[in-house]
Nanobody, 123 residues
Framework: QVQLVDSGGGLVQAGGSLRLSCAAS????????MGWFRQAPGKEREFVAL????????HYADSVKGRFTISRDNAKNTAYLQMNSLKPEDTAVYSC????????????????WGQGTQVTVSS
């Protein structure tokens, strides 16, 4: 069983930056791929970024490539999403998720989810 706690959201002006954190419980954090997803009002949840258990592989949605960076610190059981050059269209609830020993962008394949943190980007 893994519990995930998202934090770091907030209100920021366009062009600004935020760093989201996802703290995980348990002793097997490194076996989980970690993903970030977001859901804006009236829209479906969408994939944002993914990192493998070791941290050696990452993957991004085209809409955030070059602006967002996913990372993890397995010693601290924490994953991060550094978001730079934020745009109003990045406004959404961001949630981290853990997938047990698979590397996937498909939300249904994830086993555990954080509660979500609101990111609002003003123009």
């Amino acid at each position: 069983q893994v519990q995930l706690v998202d934090s770091g959201g907030g209100l920021v002006q366009a062009g600004g930056s935020l760093r989201l954190s996802c703290a995980a419980s348990g002793r097997t954090f490194s076996r989980y791929s970690m993903g970030w997803f977001r859901q804006a009002p009236g829209k479906e949840r969408e994939f944002v970024a993914l990192i493998s258990g070791s941290g050696g592989n990452t993957h991004y949605a085209d809409s955030v490539k070059g602006r967002f960076t996913i990372s993890r610190d397995n010693a601290k059981n924490t994953a991060y999403l550094q978001m730079n050059s934020l745009k109003p269209e990045d406004t959404a609830v961001y949630s981290c998720a853990a997938a047990d020993r698979i590397y996937t962008t498909v939300a249904l394949s994830y086993d555990y989810w954080g509660q979500g943190t609101q990111v609002t980007v003003s123009s």
